[in-house]
């Protein structure tokens, strides 16, 4: 059974930064993109970044410049730095990834998310 845990969510203050980490486990053969969304109150579930296996990454408009995603293979972890939070960022951060797991198919797998909350 493959899993996903995030972790690093919060309050901070406008300006502010925070990391977070999406880490998977479990029986994966392989991975083939992982990427970030965000739901806030009332607004539909937004993509927020994306990487490829290759290490191709791609930005909403909305975050280009403040936010940074990364992966560390050997952990199967995935990271999202957060600089420069606005109050808009508030919302629940979940992440995603396509998994080739002990089917030996590629499954979508989502974690539960994490909220992130800053305060003008």
């Known amino acids: 059974q493959v899993q996903l845990v995030e972790s690093g969510g919060g309050s901070v203050q406008a300006g502010g930064s925070l990391r977070l980490s999406c880490a998977a486990s479990g029986t994966i053969l392989s991975i083939n993109g992982m990427e970030w969304y965000r739901q806030a109150p009332g607004k539909q579930r937004e993509l927020v970044a994306t990487?490829?296996?290759?290490?191709?990454?791609n930005y909403a408009d909305s975050v280009k410049g403040r936010f940074t995603i990364s992966t560390d293979n050997a952990k199967k972890t995935m990271y999202l730095q957060m600089n420069s939070l606005k109050p808009e960022d508030t919302a629940v951060y979940s992440c995603?990834?396509?998994?080739?797991?002990?089917?030996?198919?590629?499954?979508?797998?989502w974690g539960q998310g994490t909220q992130v909350t800053v305060s003008s």
């Open positions: 995603y990834a396509q998994i080739r797991d002990y089917t030996r198919t590629y499954r979508d797998y």
């Open positions: 990487i490829t296996s290759g290490g191709s990454t």
